[in-house]
């Protein structure tokens, strides 16, 4: 009986502190997307596949609720160098950036996501356009 109730509490608290699988792929998308850029081998397939986590994270029914363990000033420094490496793309390939493209990451980090976003289509545009 003891066993039972055992198994049934282990279980309960494996099915509750279950990641859900959309933080997870966004998750393996952010880290092998950083690794591109510090290895200095990204392509659009990596820019894609983060988009895609970031969309599907944002469709889930508790996106309000999900944490991604980075804190909000983590999240914000990790944006900046992803502006850093857009703008460097840019730069290196010739390749204007738009206002919408260049927005600057705010050290409060609010609308994180959204400048996000944003560099994430510049540079899939960049890597299209050199193509």
């Known amino acids: 009986g003891a066993v039972a109730i055992g198994i049934g509490i282990w279980a309960y608290n494996k099915v509750k502190n279950h990641e859900p699988k959309v933080v997870t792929e966004f998750r393996t998308a952010l ?6 850029i510090r290895k200095g081998s ?7 596949n983060l988009m895609a ?4 994270l944002k469709k889930h029914k508790n996106y309000e609720k999900i944490s991604i363990q980075l804190t909000t000033d983590e999240m914000a420094v990790l944006v900046g160098r992803i502006y850093e490496y857009t703008f460097k ?5 010739n390749v204007e950036l738009s206002d919408e493209e260049l927005y600057i990451p705010q050290p409060n980090g609010s609308e994180t996501i959204i400048n996000l976003q944003s560099y994430l289509k ?10």
């Open 31 to 36: 880290r092998v997307y950083i690794e591109a």
């Open 42 to 48: 990204m392509d659009v397939t990596k820019i894609n």
């Open 53 to 56: 986590a970031l969309e599907e």
């Open 89 to 93: 793309l840019a730069k290196d390939n």
């Open 122 to 131: 510049a540079q899939k545009r960049i890597f299209k356009a050199v193509a």
